[in-house]
């Protein structure tokens, strides 16, 4: 049997850290930057660099060390710094200027008219100009909103998983979902009613 590569030594590096130990803090870096990447990169707002989102994370990371206790797993709390920042990054944006149905090409309003509206699939080669579409709804909501949708419609995540990420209960999740998909509902259909106004 292969020799396991050694699992890192989060405690023994937290005590270093805290006796600071830049060696430490940069093998701690080193250890979670692949997670919290991965985080930043379902969030990331648009025009934020991701490099700088990360930075700041681990920035808040450090500074908040102190209240770390270690009754949760380091990289669940991590978690919550990242998706909590990546949620502030979003809310500090300005939203985005409103679209009109008007400003959709054709084909455009009849694809976000079959996604919103059918349960059929949409055919592959329309399913880019979905995704877009769909984006721009998503856009209209609050940052909270547009990341529970966004986890549980488009990347397929779990309640639990969710919860983890975000620390809410499941009733939170739940409701969230279901006021974020009647406001999408909502939004779709204020833009086709203007165009017919």
């Not at 890192?8 to 006796?19: E, I, P, S, T, Y």
């Not at 994370?57 to 209240?67: A, P, V």
């Not at 054709?106 to 579409?133: K, Y």
């Amino acid at each position: 049997m292969p020799d396991e590569e050694p699992s890192f030594d989060v405690a023994g590096c937290l005590v270093r850290v805290r006796q600071r130990d830049q060696a430490a803090a940069r093998e701690l870096v080193d250890h979670l930057y692949p997670f919290v990447i991965r985080i930043v990169r379902s969030h990331l707002p648009r025009r934020v660099a991701e490099e700088d989102l990360a930075q700041d994370i681990f920035l808040k990371m450090f500074t908040r060390l102190e209240q770390y206790q270690g009754a949760v797993p380091l990289m669940h709390w991590v978690s919550r710094i990242a998706v909590t920042t990546c949620i502030d990054q979003l809310r500090a944006q300005k939203r985005r200027p409103e679209f009109r149905w008007a400003d959709l090409s054709e084909n455009q309003a009849e694809v976000l008219d079959a996604v919103m509206t059918s349960e059929n699939d949409v055919a592959a080669n329309d399913a880019l100009a979905a995704h877009e579409l769909v984006h721009k709804l998503l856009d209209q909501l609050k940052p909270d909103d547009r990341m529970v949708i966004q986890w549980l419609d488009l990347e397929q995540k779990t309640i639990a998983e969710i919860c983890n990420l975000t620390g809410w209960n499941t009733s939170l999740v739940k409701v969230r979902a279901f006021r974020a998909r009647r406001k999408l509902r909502k939004l779709f259909l204020d833009l086709q009613n203007k165009e017919h106004a």
